[in-house]
């Protein structure tokens, strides 16, 4: 995702990686991009990624969401969640049943 921020042409990024193993599950998390802005910003600035305001959140919203649908249409499990004003405990118990259920398995 960082190098298409960085204006790296999909195409490009497939033939580089149409050799590396499928990954068992590929997990996405998309959010309002002012939400994920003050995410990033509460956590603290860590990368250039995390700068730019809500213009480069609407950007990477919108990157997160293609490569989930060019993921899913080439054939790869997907789990995209759309968070919302969820807290990260109710975020990772999503994702721990869509894992276990992946597994055969079943949370309690």
């Known amino acids: ?13 497939s033939q580089l ?10 997990v996405i998390l998309t959010g309002q ?10 956590r603290g600035v ?3 990624f995390h700068q730019g305001g809500t213009a480069a959140r609407v950007v990477e919203d919108r990157l997160y969401r293609d490569v989930a649908h060019r993921l899913k249409d080439a054939g790869y499990a997907v789990l995209h ?8 405990e109710a975020v990772a118990a999503v994702l ?6 992946r597994l055969g398995q079943h949370s309690d």
């Open 46 to 48: 860590r990368s250039r």
């Open 17 to 26: 990686n149409q050799y590396a193993d499928k990954p068992g599950l590929t």
């Open 1 to 13: 995702m960082l190098q298409r921020i960085d204006g790296v042409e999909s195409s490009f990024l």
């Open 96 to 101: 721990l049943d869509a894992m276990l259920e």
């Open 81 to 88: 969640h759309e968070v919302k004003d969820e807290p990260a």
């Open 33 to 42: 991009p002012q939400q994920s802005e003050r995410c990033a910003a509460d």
